[in-house]
T-cell receptor
Framework: SAVISQKPSRDICQRGTSLTIQCQVD?????MFWYRQQPGQSLTLIAT?????????ESGFVIDKFPISRPNLTFSTLTVSNMSPEDSSIYLC???????????FGPGTRLTVL | AQSVTQLGSHVSVSEGALVLLRCNYS??????LFWYVQYPNQGLQLLLK??????LVKGINGFEAEFKKSETSFHLTKPSAHMSDAAEYFC?????????????FGPGTSLSVIP
């Protein structure tokens, strides 16, 4: 398994501002994933972050809105840019350790945009 | 693309009763399947996974799931519900992309346990 931490755990932000969420893993991993979980909803994959290359974004998500950094094998950041109330969600990062594709999740960052 | 359906967005059971949470997937090839649990205000925790080794998979906290290819199902069960089982449960399936695999989540089922 992997131990994953996220910062901040929660935040309340004003419309039009940006927030950077950090994800730290206790072991080196190739693939890291960022998800959004809107209130009462399931998880939606935002992008996949591979160390040393550009993140791969899912349909409906763009780099200008959700820029991602992956400077090394244990760390990644997701920025939510120019926020609006519709961005209020829980943002989770996860990692994939084994060839059986199970993912381990961080505790999430609960974002409220006013 | 893969998809996962979970019948019943909310399920209520009495403490000590059988828990049955339904999951169906769409896949033309044998998939990898997962059940995750999310307790209030927490991240997701893996309950169990199917990776083609055995059709009946045992997980943590007394949960198990059976893979039925003919029914494209992977239902989650627990013989006797406990109050601490109240949570959101997500079924998920893996999907291969060109250089990695991603996990597709179902809509989730909220389990309530009545004392």
């Amino acid at each position: 398994s992997a131990v994953i931490s996220q910062k901040p755990s929660r935040d309340i932000c004003q419309r039009g501002t940006s927030l950077t969420i950090q994800c730290q893993v206790d072991s080196q991993v190739t693939m890291m994933f960022w998800y959004r979980q809107q209130p009462g909803q399931s998880l939606t994959l935002i992008a996949t972050a591979n160390q040393g290359s550009e993140a791969t974004y899912e349909s409906g998500f763009v780099i200008d809105k959700f820029p991602i950094s992956r400077p090394n094998l244990t760390f990644s950041t997701l920025t939510v840019s120019n926020m609006s109330p519709e961005d209020s969600s829980i943002y989770l990062c996860s990692v994939q350790l084994s060839s059986y594709n199970e993912q381990f999740f961080g505790p999430g960052t609960r974002l409220t945009v006013l | 693309a893969q998809s996962v359906t979970q019948l019943g967005s909310h399920v209520s059971v009495s403490e000590g009763a059988l828990v049955l949470l339904r999951c169906n997937y769409s896949s033309s090839v044998p998939p990898y399947l997962f059940w995750y649990v999310q307790y209030p205000n927490q991240g997701l925790q893996l309950l169990l996974k199917y990776t083609s080794a055995a059709t009946l998979v045992k997980g943590i906290n007394g949960f198990e799931a059976e893979f039925k290819k003919s029914e494209t199902s992977f239902h989650l069960t627990k013989p006797s519900a406990h109050m601490s089982d109240a949570a959101e449960y997500f079924c998920a399936v893996s999907e291969s992309v060109t250089s990695y695999d991603k996990v597709i989540f179902g809509p989730g089922t909220s389990l309530s346990v009545i004392p």
